[in-house]
């Protein structure tokens, strides 16, 4: 809660749900990471929080961008940033969009996949193209499990096949897992990539670039490391596997730079009990899932929250607006919230600037897409 969300909500009184984003916080997330890890360039992960506000600010502090569709790169290039400042990120893209991004000026691309690389082949010739390297993802509250990256033997193959098909093998790449708590992950993670490295020397190529993904925290419910921690985790990681000779350094932050920068405010819809002789209140919030909640599928993300109120506080289960039965944010995990909680009260949902309104639908059930406010 800084001073100017708490000033933004006092005065303007939006109708809620909606998030209110503080810019300077960004700002000050992108600068304390430039300052810990200053041989990495960063390149932030526009899914976090697309918002045109967000993308201009980074552009001006001279971030780069990891983006995953045509929309996006659109949205970068629109807010000024040139084209070697972005990464073509996602591992699944159509081949007209490749065409569409090297045709802008888009030179880096991802991919972990023989089908991929000759899309990039016909579509992209001469690209600089990196591999992402398949990960546990242990220790991350949001994994991305198998979706993304193969294994190393693979990676290897494709690199050198990626040579053979008139495409510089640039790099390796791999993502630890969103919100991961463990800081060994980087150092599992940037020994497999040195391996890598290698052998491809081996083959007579020689990598350039590591991407060590996003993965640092935003503050939810339980602490986190600090993010000096996690720079030192990393770049310990680098030293101890590759010695003096660093290859060019890539971070792609999305959460742990707009994570902390927004709230949101929602209102008590409803406050019921499902019989006399049950203790827990079901707490209905203006938004849930499908509003920009998503990331409680699972109960995956425990946001805090403040409720208003003193007094004795009791056991709730937490759900969304809608009439799916999958719109229920927190059952399992127990929530806490003052027994004098009433209907039309507001509560704030903290650390909701990433994630949230990229997730939220466009009219489900008539509710209107998340409403956002950068101050
Ligand atoms: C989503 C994503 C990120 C950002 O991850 P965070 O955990 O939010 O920092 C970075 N890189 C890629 C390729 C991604 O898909």
Not at 114 to 137: H, I, W, Y
Not at 143 to 157: I, T, V
Not at 275 to 297: C, H, N, P, Q
């Amino acid at each position: 809660m800084t001073a100017k969300i708490t000033q933004f909500l006092a005065e303007q009184r939006p109708e809620t749900p909606c998030l209110v984003v503080d810019l300077d916080i960004i700002a000050d997330n992108y600068d304390a990471l430039r300052r810990f890890l200053p041989v990495a360039q960063v390149f932030y992960a526009v899914k976090a929080n697309p918002a045109k506000e967000v993308i201009s600010l980074l552009v001006g502090l001279g971030s780069c961008f990891d983006t995953a569709s045509r929309p996006e790169i659109e949205q970068v290039l629109a807010a000024g940033a040139s084209p070697d400042r972005i990464s073509f990120g996602n591992t699944i893209k159509k081949q007209k969009d490749i065409a569409w991004a090297y045709e802008q000026g888009v030179r880096l691309f991802a991919f972990d996949s023989e089908a991929e690389l000759q899309k990039l082949a016909q579509s992209a010739p001469g690209a600089k193209v990196f591999c992402r390297l398949l990960m546990t993802c242990e220790g991350a509250e949001w994994p991305l499990s198998r979706k993304f990256g193969c294994d190393a033997e693979m990676a290897r193959d494709l690199l050198i096949k990626a040579r053979d098909l008139g495409l510089e093998p640039y790099g390796i790449s791999f993502h630890v897992g969103s919100q991961q708590t463990r800081l060994d992950q980087w150092d599992i993670a940037v020994g497999k990539t040195a391996m890598l490295f290698t052998a491809l020397n081996e083959a007579g190529i020689e990598l350039k670039m590591i991407n060590l993904g996003g993965g640092l925290p935003a503050r939810y419910r339980d602490d986190v490391a600090p993010v000096d921690d996690y720079a030192s985790a990393i770049m310990n990681a680098m030293t101890k596997h590759f010695g003096n000779d660093l290859p060019l350094m890539i971070v792609e932050p999305g959460r742990s730079l707009v994570g902390d920068s927004g709230i949101i405010e929602a209102e008590v819809v409803l406050i019921s009990r499902k019989s006399y002789d049950e203790d827990v209140r079901w707490v209905y919030l203006d938004i849930g899932k499908f509003g920009g909640l998503a990331e409680t599928m699972d109960e995956s993300i425990k946001y805090r929250l403040q409720a208003p109120g003193e007094g004795p506080s009791g056991p709730v289960v937490l759900a969304g607006p809608t009439c799916d039965s999958a719109d229920i944010l927190y059952e399992k995990y127990q929530y806490q919230m003052p027994l004098s909680l009433k209907v039309g009260d507001k509560v704030r949902i903290l650390a909701t600037g990433a994630y949230t309104t990229s997730y939220s639908a466009v009219n489900f059930n008539g509710f209107e897409p998340l409403k956002a406010y950068y101050v």
